[in-house]
């Protein structure tokens, strides 16, 4: 297949922290094709989740907009059907779409079927809104309400699905006809918990004996976070392996030279780090992810770093100016694409890291709360409602063992932080109000624990 633009083929786990892959340091978790697509690749060693929660995060992908702006700030509510949106603008240039695995942004029920319309440009569909069930997963196919199945493990099927696809696309080559350039999506369920249900294969080479924890887990999770990090580090290894299949099927296929190969995750997992569990908190293991761009016939196969810190809605305006393509005025985050080729940070050197509402697994009672951050190349500080909150510094303390916040000697420090996040805040007309107030403003239902309800 040969076209002037390059396809895009994006690949995201669910909950994968970067922490937990070899390129960055782990010595424990086997990823040895992820290992070898790092050394091909742009690697963000600073890119960041700014609002670490599973549907947040994919509408901010989709849109290129900040969850107070598309509405999608909670999990299980809806994103526009009319909202302007990565599919629909490749589309509009002569791109085929695709999508296969969790989608996460209908809101309307955890295995209903999404009608076209809310598809948000998506033509090939394989597609799912939510499961963790991941042996018995459930799917449906184009425009068919009927409820498949995927067979065995769900993350080795949809890849092999997906491989299929671009098999399928040498066929639409002819004299006349050399294929559109496709923008393909694959998102995978896992590692996200249940951690004990990866493949056989894959548990058994991770006895929970053997977890080597890292030391800001408290003593008293350390038994527990073991037998979650063993299970854990199984899905990533099985995604390895799909990802190994995936990326040996773009080389028989040709497709290498002239595709953009992203491979990120949604959010972290904190997986016991600090006494805490899963996502949305403001620490390292929530919301530094993995961001991996590979394009061998721009920027070649030899892979360097960029310590930019680049966020979720970064990525869709980055990939359109990648490819030529404008960048409308209803997009929010910031073009990196300058950056690949040694140009200035657009973060200004700090993210902003934020929950404008707690809830789910980051409720009040255990210590959820709104808040608003910096992720800075050195330094994370946040505020609640009540005031200065966190204050890290990465470089010194990269597991964050000593909040430094309201420290004396460090006042100038903190009220530089604070100042650069106050401008972040009034940059995008972020009141910082309490969250219920934004949850009135969507006219969003709550549960009694402060959860949108999953089938509202």
């Known amino acids: 297949m040969s076209q002037d633009r390059p396809n895009i083929i994006y690949v995201f786990a669910d909950q994968w922290r970067v922490q937990d892959t070899g390129y960055a340091g782990n010595r424990q978790v086997r990823t040895p094709h992820l290992d070898s697509l790092a050394a091909q690749s742009i ?4 890119a960041v989740a700014g609002i670490p929660v599973c549907c947040p995060a994919r509408a901010c992908l989709l849109t290129g907009q900040h969850a107070l702006t598309h509405g999608v700030f909670v999990n299980d509510v809806h994103l526009a059907d009319d909202a302007v949106s990565m599919a629909k603008l490749f589309k509009a240039t002569g791109y085929d779409t695709a999508y296969v695995g969790k989608w996460h942004v209908d809101g ?3 295995s209903n079927y999404i009608p076209p319309e809310s598809r948000q440009g998506f033509d090939y569909w394989k597609t799912l809104e939510c499961t963790h069930d991941y042996n018995d997963s459930k799917y449906y196919a184009g425009d068919s309400d009927q409820q498949l199945t995927w067979e065995g493990y769900d993350a080795i099927e949809q890849t092999k699905d997906v491989q299929a696809y671009l098999r399928a696309r040498r066929h639409l080559d002819d004299d006349d006809n050399t294929g559109n350039p496709f923008l393909l999506l694959l998102s995978w ?22 977890i080597e924890l890292r030391p800001n887990v408290p003593p008293e999770m350390a038994a527990e976070a073991r037998e979650w990090i063993s299970g854990y580090y199984a899905h990533c290894t099985a995604l390895d392996d799909c990802l190994g299949a995936l990326l040996q099927t773009i080389e028989e296929e040709g497709l290498a030279d002239n595709t953009i190969f992203v491979f990120t995750s949604d959010h972290g997992d904190m997986l016991g780090s600090q006494g805490q569990v899963k996502k949305q908190r403001p620490w390292e293991e929530s919301i530094r992810v993995p961001f991996l761009l590979r394009w061998p016939q721009r920027f070649g196969l030899q892979g360097r770093e960029i310590d930019a810190l680049l966020d979720t809605p970064d990525i869709l305006p980055t ?12 997009v929010e985050g910031k073009d990196f694409s300058a950056s690949f080729d040694g140009g200035p940070d657009p973060s200004g050197g700090a993210a902003l890291i934020y929950c404008p509402h707690p809830f789910g697994q980051f409720l009040r009672p255990d210590g959820g709360r709104e808040y608003r951050g910096l992720r800075t190349r050195t330094h994370t500080y946040a505020r609640d409602l009540n005031g200065p909150w966190l204050l890290y510094d990465n470089e010194s303390d990269p597991f964050q063992m000593d909040n430094l916040v309201d420290r004396p000697v460090l006042k ?17 007309g972020d009141e910082f109000l309490p969250g219920e107030t934004y949850i009135r403003r969507w006219g969003y239902p709550l549960d009694e624990t402060g959860t949108v309800p999953f089938n509202w």
């Not at 690697?43 to 600073?46: D, L, Q």
């Not at 990939?319 to 209803?330: E, N, Q, R, Y």
């Not at 996040?421 to 940059?427: A, T």
């Open 319 to 330: 990939l359109l100016s990648l490819c030529d393509m404008a960048v409308p005025d209803t």
């Open 189 to 210: 369920g896992p590692p996200h918990a249940p951690y004990e249900t990866a493949p056989a294969a894959y548990r058994e080479l991770y006895p929970p004996e053997d």
């Open 108 to 110: 309307r029920g955890r």
């Open 43 to 46: 690697n963000f060693t600073h």
């Open 412 to 428: 100038s420090l903190q009220a530089e932080l604070e100042s650069q996040l106050q401008d972040k805040l009034d940059d995008r």
